[in-house]
Structures are given as C-alpha cells and as structure tokens.
C-alpha cells in the first residue's frame, strides 16, 4: 500500500500557507510604512535639537547682537530651513528636504540664546506630519526647551 497526501490535503495546506504569507507582507508594509514615518520624525527632532544647542553655545554666522536661532517648517514641499538671526541681519540659510512625508505644520520657531528657551508665541507647539502613506505623527514642543517626538497620533 502506496502512502501519501491526497490532492484536498495539498489543496488545504497550501491555502494555509497563502493566508499566512499574504498576512505577513501586510504587516511588513504596515511596519515599513510606520518606519519611514518615525524616521522623517527623528530627522525633524534632530534638525530642532541642533538649532536649539547652536542657539545655546551662541554660535551664530551674522552680525550685530545674536537674537536666537531661526527654525522656519513649511509644508509645500515639507522642508526645513534654519538660519542664526542676529539685529544686523541674518546668517546663511540652511535647508533640508524631509522625505516620506505630505504634509508639515508651517511655523516659525526661534531658539534662544544660552537659555535654550523657545520663541513659540505659546506655552508648547505642537508640530504634526503627515507619512506618505496617511498616517499622522506629531512632535510636541514647550517655550521652555522640551522636543518630545511623540509618534503616531
């Protein structure tokens, strides 16, 4: 006597193992899809972190008395530009492109000098973004120094 599967066995486990495979590239594209979310998050945190510790040692490229550090977030395209402000004018402009992302709360940021302290117009900010593929991150900011990132909201 011959052993061995039947065709609706095979037909049965080989359903199985497509249900299992089509849920596993669903959750890797989600997982993919909040990763590049997170990423653009941390380039955003970082970008505000720099100016901020560039506004606190004082280092400034302009002339006259230094005012702060200048953080401009505008939406079409979402980028970042960063620039010293000093009462004589301003210092070279520096802008960075974010990627995977459609949108980006547009506002003016002004980092203090050696306080670290934040010209928000408010007590806190926050500053939301929106991934490529929808979903919502936010980084939350306070006029006294405190960049939180966070996350998905």
């Known amino acids: 006597m ?3 599967y039947t065709l609706i066995e095979l037909i049965i486990v080989v ?3 497509s249900i299992l495979v089509s849920f596993g590239i669903s959750a890797y594209g989600k997982a993919r899809d909040r990763q590049i979310g997170q990423a653009a998050g941390e380039k955003i945190v970082s970008i505000l972190q720099e100016s901020q510790t560039i506004a606190s040692v004082g280092k400034e490229d302009c002339t006259g008395k230094y005012t702060g550090q200048q953080v401009i977030l505008s939406t079409s395209p979402p980028t970042i ?3 010293s402000t000093c009462t004589g004018g301003q210092g070279a402009q520096t802008t960075t492109s974010i990627d995977g992302i459609t949108s980006l709360t547009s506002t003016t940021i002004l980092f203090n000098p050696l306080t670290g302290g934040i010209n928000l117009g408010a007590s806190t900010l926050n500053i939301d973004f929106v991934s490529t593929s929808g979903i919502t991150y936010r980084i ?3 006029s006294s120094g405190t960049i939180e990132n966070q996350g998905v909201q």
């Open 15 to 17: 359903s199985i193992i």
């Open 140 to 142: 939350f900011l306070t």
């Open 2 to 4: 011959k052993h061995g």
């Open 81 to 83: 530009k960063t620039r």
